[in-house]
C-alpha cells in the first residue's frame, strides 16, 4: 500500500464518484471550541464512502475477469458500494446476506442492479456459499476493508481532505475517522501522510467497539467482546484488518470513543446545522469533535461523516432526543 | 441586470460562498423516468441560497457605507443570509422582524451576529421603523429579491448548474427552481441565457400560491390571494418582483405547481436517497421534477432545493409520513 495506489484509484473514480465539499457551520465551531470542518461522505453515491472502494476495486480488475463479475459479503454499506460500482460497470454482482438482514437493505441492493443470494446464518456456511459461486462463475471476492485497491479507493477521500482543507487555511489539525475494519482510516493516513503531513488521522469507535483504539495502545490486534448490540452497526468489526492495523499503527494518533448517545446528539447537529443525512455509525467522528474537545489538539479539526444510510425510525429518535 | 453583473458577483463569493455539488441517486431517476440532477442549496452556509445574495449585496457596498452596516426585514432565510454574511465582512447588521417570529429563529439570527429588533405587527408600522433605524446609523437596506446584487448574487446558482450540467454531459433540460418573489429563479435565469442556452428555467410553486405562474400566464404582475397558510413558508411572498417578473416573463418556461403533500414526500425521499436535510419550501421544484414528469420535457432534468431550514417537528411529520 503507498500513495502511488491511492493516487491511480483517484485517476480512476474522477468522473465517476462523487467529490464530498467540506462543510461547516459556525455553531459547531462554538460547541467545539474550534473550528470544525466536516467531510460529508454521505452524500457520496449509495450515501456512504464505501462507493470509493467498491468502484476502485472493481475498476482495477483486468478487464476479462472484471467481466465475469464480482462478489462480495455484506448487509450494509459495502454491499451497495460494490452493487452500484459494478452496475455502472456494467458487469454482475453477487451480494451474499443472511436470510434475516432487513427487507429495506435487500431491496436497495437488488435495485441497486445486484444479485442478492440469501444464506441462513444457522445452517449455512456463508464463506463456503461465496466460495463455490465464485468458482462456479469466475467472480472475483471484493472483502469490505482489508484489500489493497478498497483501501486506496477509500484514501481518496484523503486527497480530497489534504487539497480542500489547505484552500481553507487548515494545514495541522486532528483527522477524526469513523473507524470499523480501518478501510477508510488507513487510506486517508496515507494519503495525509503524502500530502498533507500536518494532519493525523485519528480513528473513532463507539464505546463497547473499541478494538482499533486498544489494539492502537497495545500494539497487536486486539478483538471486540461483543459483535452486535450497537446502534453504530455500520463500523462494528471483530478487529482491525491485517493489511489496515499495520498502517494505522503506523500513522495515525490515538484512538477517541464516544457514547451512542453522542452519535444520536450529533446526527441532531447535523440536521440543524448542516442539512445532511448521518447515521449512527457515521456520526462517530463528528460526536468525537463536538464532545471531547479535551481530547483533540489545535485550532480547527476535520470529521468524516462517513454514511448515511439510517432508518427513519432512527432518526426520528435522535431529533426527538436532542432537537426538540 | 446582466450575466457580467452576476460574474462579478461570482468573483466576490468565490472563496466565501459554498459550491454546492450537483446530486443525483438512480432510485430518483427510476421515479422521475428520467435522470434527475439535484443541486442542494440547503448545504449552502446559513442552509440556503439566501447566504449567496446576501454576501453579493454586502460585498458589492463602496467601505464606507459598509461599515456603517446593512439593514433587512425578514424572520426566515433572508434574515440569516444577511446576518452571516454581514458577520464575516465585519460590519453590523439590524434584523427587523415581527414579535411573534418563532424563538428559533430569532436566536439564530443573533447568533449569526445579527442585532435584531423585534416589532409588533399590530400596532407598529415597520417599514417607518426601517426607514428610522437607517436614517439614524446609516444603515443600507437590503431587499430579500427586488435588488440587482442581490439577483446577482442568486445568479451564482445558475453559473455552477451551467458548468456542473455540461460536465455531465446535460446541455438541454429544463432546470426547476423554488420560488416566491423570483430572485433565484430570475438570477439563474440570467445565467443559463449566456451560459447553458440549452438549459429552460422554470418556477415552481405551492398550489394556492402560484403568483409567479399566473403571472407568467397573464402577462402581468398577479397576487396571491393569501399570504399565510402553507408549510412553504420560506417562498410565500404576495407577487413577483418588478425587477424579476420582466426577466422571468422573458426567459422561464410555464411555471409548476405541487400540492404540500408532494413537497414531504420528496422532502422524505431526500432524506431516503440524497441524504440532505430540505425544507417544505425548498422541495417545491423537486417534487415537480418527480411527481409531475409529464409536465416537463428532455431526457434529464436539473431541480434546485433551495433551502434545509426546516423544524424538526415538521420533518418527522415528512418522515412519518412518507418514509415509514
Redesign the interface.
Known sequence: MNIDMIEAAAQRLS?HA????L?SS??LD?IAGRRVLIK?E??QHT?SFKFRGGWSAVSALAPDLRARGVIAFSSGNHAQGVA?AAKLHGVPAVIIMPSDAPKLKIDNTR??GAEVVLYDRAGQDRDALGAQLSAERGLTLIKPFDEPQVIAGQGTTGLEIATQAA?LGVTEADVLVCCGGGGLTSGIALALEAKAPGLRTRPCEPAGFDDVKRSLESGKIERNAQLSGSICDAIITPQPGDLTFPIMQRLCGPGLIVTEDDCLRAM?LA??R?????EPGGAVALAAALFYPEQITGDAVIAVASG?NVD??M??TA??TH??
Open positions: 468522473g462523487r467529490q464530498t465539499p462543510l459556525p455553531f462554538d460529508p454521505c452524500l450515501g452500484y435495485a441497486l484552500a441532531a440536521f440543524l448542516l442539512k445532511i443525512v448521518i448515511g427513519p425510525a432518526f426520528i431529533l426527538q432537537a426538540i
